[in-house]
């Protein structure tokens, strides 16, 4: 049998924001299961924290697949017979044109982040209510309401999961379990440090076109991601945070600094 503390289930977490949210978890006390389609990175992953005994396990878990997921998640909650926080992390990408996009590689990205959502947050339910407050956090992202070229599938897996966490939020609250999601915006991953280096992404022009001037530690992620997963957001439920350092708001990407002054003339001649 486990430890009496609170339980957390984390997707796609042998690595990047996954990784890091569930350190969090950790380092505050929750025992973490890390899950991650490659076992042996989970596994791996979960071992570096000797210091908590017990309370860190490494998990391998295809969410595309009904039997992995109700296996580890059905063994997790089976420990405690509750789990507090399912954190629905795990994604893939696919970068080309849309009319080169075959049918199954689309197929598979939207059952990745779609149907891996929803498969490991009904797998969780029976766990996730019999808990005495519980929370999901789920994955998005700005490309859920922004276009980005040759992102044509994974924008439509994250406008999906939106629409499916508001859904899940007023569904599951009577439940006691609240339904949130971020949505984060360039973070410096693996991921992005590889699309910076075949130059599918440029630093420079993203700092042009982001408020705060620069990319996201997978850590300040995390933090948003605690913050939904935690009594500290007790009161929210079917949200989005975005956590993007400004860019879904940010019209005008010039520095506001080097925009010259309206004198007090100009201003009346425009009223």
Wanted: proline residues 3%; contains cysteine.
């Amino acid at each position: 049998m486990g430890t009496n503390k609170p339980v957390a289930l984390v997707t796609g977490a042998g690595r990047g924001i996954g990784a890091a949210v569930g350190a969090r978890l950790l380092h505050s006390g929750f025992e973490v299961h890390f899950t991650d389609a490659i076992e042996d990175r989970a596994k791996t992953y979960a071992a570096t924290f000797g210091c908590d005994p017990g309370l860190a396990f490494g998990w391998g878990m295809d969410v595309t697949s009904d039997s992995d997921v109700s296996s580890v998640i059905g063994a997790v909650g089976a420990r405690h017979g509750r789990i507090e926080v399912l954190v629905n992390n795990a994604g893939i990408i696919n970068q080309r044109p849309t009319q080169d996009i075959s049918s199954s590689d689309w197929n598979e990205l939207i059952d990745v982040h779609l149907g891996g959502t929803f498969r490991c947050s009904r797998a969780a339910f029976p766990f996730l209510s019999a808990a005495s407050r519980s929370a999901i956090v789920n994955v998005s992202s700005i490309a859920g309401q922004m276009g980005m070229p040759i992102r044509a599938s994974y924008c439509a897996a994250k406008a999906a999961i939106e629409g499916f966490t508001r859904s899940l939020a007023a569904e599951w609250a009577e439940f006691g379990i609240r339904v949130n999601a971020v949505a984060p915006g360039y973070v410096r991953t693996e991921l992005i440090q590889r699309d910076l280096a075949n130059g599918l992404v440029s630093e420079e022009q993203l700092a042009t076109r982001i408020s705060m001037k620069r990319l996201a530690d997978p850590a300040e992620i995390a933090e948003s991601m605690f913050f939904l997963a935690t009594e500290a957001s007790s009161y929210i439920t079917g949200q989005i945070l975005h956590v993007d350092g400004g860019l879904s708001i940010d019209f005008d990407p010039g520095t506001a600094r080097k925009r010259p002054l309206c004198s007090a003339r100009d201003r009346s001649q425009r009223s």
